[in-house]
């Protein structure tokens, strides 16, 4: 297993308070009508702060990860439906310059 194990980063993030996020992320998202599937911001967070950890190399290959893991989905929020090409997007679009430096080390 590369990286931290994943009970390890379940208590991780657990102990994390996404809450001053979920604001700010969540306000370009709508969860109904037409567009792209709603994924949790956290959830997202969560995701791309995994990929860091197990040293997960691309953003592709992260998709591919939480498919294939239930441990993954669970650590991260997702349910059986993962996002499968959205992590760029949501890195550039969603987040944006204004969590780039707070964010860039775990990122």
């Keep these: 297993m590369r990286g931290f194990g ?16 979920l604001g700010l992320l969540s306000e370009p998202y709508h969860d ?3 567009g792209r599937s709603y994924y949790s911001p956290v ?11 197990m ?3 691309s953003e592709r290959t992260l998709a591919e990860e939480l498919a294939g893991s ?7 929020g997702f349910r059986r439906c993962t996002p499968s090409r959205c992590f760029t997007y949501f890195r550039r679009e969603r ?3 204004r969590f780039k430096k ?4 775990w990122l």
């Design 55 to 57: 040293l997960i190399p």
């Design 6 to 21: 994943h009970k390890r980063l379940l208590k991780l993030f657990d102990l994390l308070d996404f809450s001053p996020f």
């Design 102 to 105: 707070p964010l860039n080390p």
């Design 95 to 97: 987040m944006g310059e």
């Design 43 to 53: 959830a997202m967070i969560k995701a791309l702060m995994l990929q860091c950890f």
């Design 32 to 34: 109904s009508g037409p």
């Design 70 to 76: 239930r441990d993954y989905r669970r650590i991260c």
